[in-house]
């Protein structure tokens, strides 16, 4: 279990739902019940690693309860240690009142950050942290990385194709009618890109929420790369995963 601190008196805690360690891998994908697991996306045959986590019930309530202007819209290129000062600052700038549930938020895109920086070793993190209200990227794709972490903190979240029906669903598209999986809300998935050179990569989508009225909070961690900010917080429109 992966514990969580806050300034309150009786830290919130991110829950194990299955209240064990254990790994399961099917085909190439793996699935965790603990943060630890997600290391083994480095195994050349895992092509998708996936923490499966529920957060308090409190925290999530909170998050559907703001106002979608209230979601912050942020890109920032940053060393782990440096996350919190420029989330806070941004945080600040889309009127998200600090609290509490503000700061388990922090803590924990903290913690993915550290983690995802081990993992994919590098130096700096490409952050995205995304208020999406359309379709974002709607068409089934590979992303051309070696890896990217994803995880939705409200809305409906990224949905995926397991590899035996990649070619399908890049073929077909919106007619694909082959099964499709859905991360859960608050799961935590390493995706392998094209670039990765261990397989073909996970093909997967945004889901479709155009004219719903949602508003999708999703997290998204690259490595450093060209496309990457300067090193500074901004606004940014971004396809989204």
């Not at 290391?39 to 309530?61: C, G, M, S, T, Y």
């Not at 000062?85 to 903290?110: Q, V």
């Not at 379709?135 to 070696?146: L, V």
Request: charged fraction near 20%; include cysteine; glycine fraction near 6%.
């Amino acid at each position: 279990m992966t514990t969580l601190l806050t300034n309150s008196i009786n830290p919130l805690e991110a829950v194990n739902p299955t209240n064990s360690n254990s790994i399961g891998l099917n085909g190439s994908v793996m699935t965790c019940a603990s943060i630890d697991g997600l290391e083994e996306i480095k195994n050349l045959d895992v092509e998708l690693a996936i923490w499966r986590r529920a957060l308090p019930p409190q925290f999530q309530k909170w998050l559907d309860d703001l106002d979608p202007s209230q979601l912050p819209n942020l890109r920032i290129l940053v060393h782990p240690t440096e996350l919190r000062c420029a989330i806070i600052s941004c945080f600040d700038d889309s009127g998200m009142a600090s609290g509490e549930m503000r700061n388990f938020l922090i803590n924990d895109i903290e913690e993915l950050v550290r983690t995802y920086a081990r993992i994919a070793k590098t130096r700096r993190v490409d952050v995205r942290l995304e208020r999406i209200n359309h379709n974002a990227c709607w068409k089934f794709h590979r992303d051309f990385i070696r890896t990217r972490l994803l995880t939705t903190y409200r809305g409906p979240s990224t949905e995926w194709v397991h590899p035996q029906y990649a070619a399908e669903a890049l073929c077909h598209q919106k007619s694909f009618k082959g099964p499709t999986k859905d991360l859960a809300l608050f799961d935590v998935a390493i995706f392998k890109g094209s670039g990765a050179g261990s397989g073909h990569g996970i093909v997967h989508r945004s889901p479709p929420i155009e004219g719903t009225g949602c508003s999708r909070l999703l997290l998204v961690l690259n490595e450093e790369s060209i496309t990457s900010p300067a090193q500074s917080c901004e606004i940014v429109e971004t396809e989204s995963n």
